[in-house]
């Protein structure tokens, strides 16, 4: 079974450029999560939808970062323009139903350096 | 407001020894936590969970304990090898029925051979 796909891995910006991200989550799931992890620290969550609603954005810094899921399936998180404290990894996760308890598989990240 | 704290950054031993790994919650709300491992370049899997009816989740080697009173758990790895080097995160499922994670810092761990 293919786990969660996410590109690009790393990514290097300079100050006030835009840049998007990818995240292909595992077949069948209905639930997809962004995380933001900077050094040091676990992982926030920023956005999670199920399907292609959203079920909590509460973490998700509207002004600048935006994300969509179109058609339930693969998603992108885009942030514009960029701060210096968005260098950051970017998780992707998917699970296969919405209710705790449901495992969380995670993506590889995407590591945004924001210079 | 950390709600989740991982209070050791780093954890050193010897391999066939055993490893222990601590959490501290804040919210007597949560009743599901999670251990999730993280190597280099790679995203969080999945670990050994445990439930706040439950005191003690064992599977093979990871053993977890959790001290409701003392909003407290930990992760024990017994015996240690060098493949779990890797840097464990504590998670709490922190909102209703959402699935919505709350992660710790995390904590590296190394296991010397």
């Known amino acids: 079974e293919a786990g969660v796909a996410q590109s690009p891995r790393y990514k290097i910006i300079e100050k006030r450029q835009s840049v998007a991200f990818w995240c292909n989550p595992i077949s069948g799931h209905a639930t997809l999560y962004w995380y933001q992890q900077i050094l040091g620290q676990g992982p926030k969550l920023l956005i999670q939808?199920?399907?292609?609603?959203?079920?909590?954005d509460s973490q998700l810094p509207k002004d600048r970062f935006s994300a969509e899921r179109l058609k339930g399936v693969d998603s992108t998180l885009k942030i514009q323009p960029a701060k210096l404290e968005d260098s950051a990894v970017y998780l992707c996760a998917s699970s296969l139903g919405v209710l705790k308890r449901s495992e969380q598989f995670f993506g590889p990240g995407t590591r945004l350096t924001v210079l | 407001d950390q709600q989740v704290k991982q209070n050791s950054p780093s954890l050193s031993v010897q391999e066939g020894r055993i490893s222990i790994l601590n959490c501290d919650y804040t919210?007597?709300?949560?009743?599901?936590f999670l251990w999730y491992k993280k190597y280099p370049a790679e995203g969080p899997t999945f670990l050994i969970s445990?439930?706040?009816?439950?005191d003690k989740n064992e599977d093979g080697r990871f053993t977890v304990f959790l001290n409701k009173s003392a909003k407290h758990l930990s992760l024990h790895i017994v015996p240690s090898q060098p493949g779990d080097s890797a840097v464990y995160f504590c998670a709490a499922d922190g909102s209703g029925n959402t699935g919505k994670l709350i992660f710790g810092q995390g904590t590296t761990l190394q296991v010397k051979p």
């Open positions: 445990i439930s706040s009816i439950k």
């Open positions: 919210n007597s709300m949560f009743d599901y």
């Open positions: 939808f199920q399907n292609n609603g959203v079920v909590d």
